[in-house]
């Protein structure tokens, strides 16, 4: 402890009218609590300000899908095996890929993987989508909400402009822009 008296310097106050000059601090008991809590809820006020101001400015205010909010287009990857996928255990429903909680089923018929891909909606044309299928694996048949056994033909139509693009690299993308 010697040892380190020897190398400190003692502290002498500045020299002029300033001196020691004293820090601004809350005297009440009342204010030492009150005004950091207000300070918090203030900084996260502009906080969430600032970051709704960033999700409107995104979102463009115009009502349209955009592709930062939502992509337009899904890409599956290659037809060589997603229609094996569909031989063996028959069409794919992908969940979410429509607005307002809709699947879609995925199918794929004939020889060629690059030809004969179809979309439907993953619920009977005759309901809405509020009676969504499954399908039984390995077959082509599907399961309503009421327990009724269904084709591939008797599922709902996609809307206008939704459906499967075979790219020239073989890739399968799923083109989900609605008309």
């Known amino acids: 402890m010697e040892v380190l008296s020897q190398f400190r310097t003692p502290f002498r106050p500045p020299v002029g009218h300033t001196g020691r000059m004293r820090r601004p601090r809350l005297e009440s008991t009342f204010a030492r609590a009150v005004v950091p809590v207000a300070a918090g809820i203030a900084f996260f006020a502009v906080l969430g300000l600032g970051l ?91 399961t309503d909400c009421e327990g009724r056994t269904l084709a591939v033909d008797d599922l709902a139509l996609p809307p206008p402009g939704v459906s499967p693009i075979v790219n020239n690299d073989g890739t399968l993308i799923l083109d989900l822009t609605a008309d």
Do not use: K
């Open 52 to 142: 709704w101001g960033v999700a409107a400015l995104m979102s463009n205010s115009s009502g349209s899908t955009t592709e930062r909010l939502t992509p337009t287009i899904q890409e599956l990857g290659p037809v060589g095996p997603i229609s094996e996928a569909i031989a063996t255990d028959g069409p794919i429903v992908l969940n979410d890929l429509v607005g307002n909680d809709r699947h879609i089923v995925l199918d794929h018929t004939g020889e060629l993987p690059t030809r004969g891909w179809a979309v439907y909606l993953a619920h009977p044309a005759d309901r809405t989508f509020e009676c969504p299928v499954s399908v039984e694996r390995g077959t082509r048949t599907f």
